[in-house]
């Protein structure tokens, strides 16, 4: 059920993602006290948004995804997919998620896996095999569906990892370095894939390190440093301009600038 929110002149969706006063720590060893890794962090992503979720190495921003998907807990703050508590199950139904390392059993081929995945999501039959074999054409998996996995490099993985993200499909997608290991040739596939997706309607949350992909297919992004948002920014013609682009300035003088005031 989508949650209607009440405002001046009638009612209008939930937001697809709500996070507010997100405060994230993980526990210290022997003598060592909590790391704090996100620090009341807020954002939101509204129906059919591409937003980018940019930040360093070490900024928090997997641990957030995680927080997001309820796999960790939060210290303080409040998360929501579409007005629903993150980490429930109806939540998480909504959700097609590919995590920043996507292992699986590496005796399985990727239609076995994409079989196993969209059972435990209530698909079944026919049609759960006709939309394995048509997400396995589309991210370039075709002639491979009986393939073990143990034999597929990381970037193939990667691609049956986004594959299985779309079983299903999903009203959101969160993607953790959705193009990890993916060659330059798969990467355009990737972009293209997503370009459709997002046609169709659905709302993309993705964290990226790839600034030509982000250029390309966000609407907006933030910006995290230390936890924290430090920029957030709407994508324009100014910052869609490619690799070397403005937004690669924009990204290294925000994150320079948020380096020397936590200093």
């Keep these: 059920m989508t949650v209607l929110r009440l405002e001046e002149g009638g009612v209008r969706p939930a937001a697809a993602l709500e996070v507010r006063g997100l405060t994230v720590a993980y526990k210290g060893g022997f003598l060592k006290p909590a790391r704090q890794v996100v620090h009341d962090l807020s954002f939101s992503v509204q129906p059919g948004e591409v937003l980018g979720f940019l930040g360093p190495n070490g900024a928090g921003k997997s641990t957030t995804i995680k927080a997001i998907m309820g796999f960790v807990l939060p210290e303080m703050g409040e998360i929501s997919v579409f007005g629903l508590p993150a980490g429930t199950a109806e939540a998480k139904a909504k959700i097609g998620y590919l995590p920043e390392v996507a292992l699986y059993y590496p005796f399985l081929t990727p239609l076995e896996t994409l079989r196993l995945y969209g059972k435990l999501q209530g698909l079944s ?139």
């Design 125 to 263: 039959g026919k049609a759960l095999d006709d939309q394995a074999m048509e997400l396995l054409r589309r991210v370039g998996l075709e002639g491979r569906e009986k393939q073990q996995l143990r034999t597929f490099s990381k970037g193939m993985q990667q691609r049956l990892g986004i594959a299985q993200s779309l079983l299903g499909k999903p009203a959101l997608l969160v993607l953790d370095e959705v193009s990890s290991g993916v060659d330059p040739i798969g990467r355009r596939h990737l972009r293209e894939l997503l370009g459709e997706v997002r046609k169709q309607g659905t709302t993309i949350f993705f964290s990226s390190h790839e600034l030509d992909e982000v250029a390309q297919l966000c609407d907006r992004v933030i910006l995290i440093y230390g936890g924290k948002v430090v920029a957030e920014h709407e994508m324009d013609a100014h910052l869609r301009s490619g690799i070397g682009s403005p937004l690669e300035s924009y990204f290294v003088e925000t994150m320079e600038q948020a380096a020397r005031q936590a200093a």
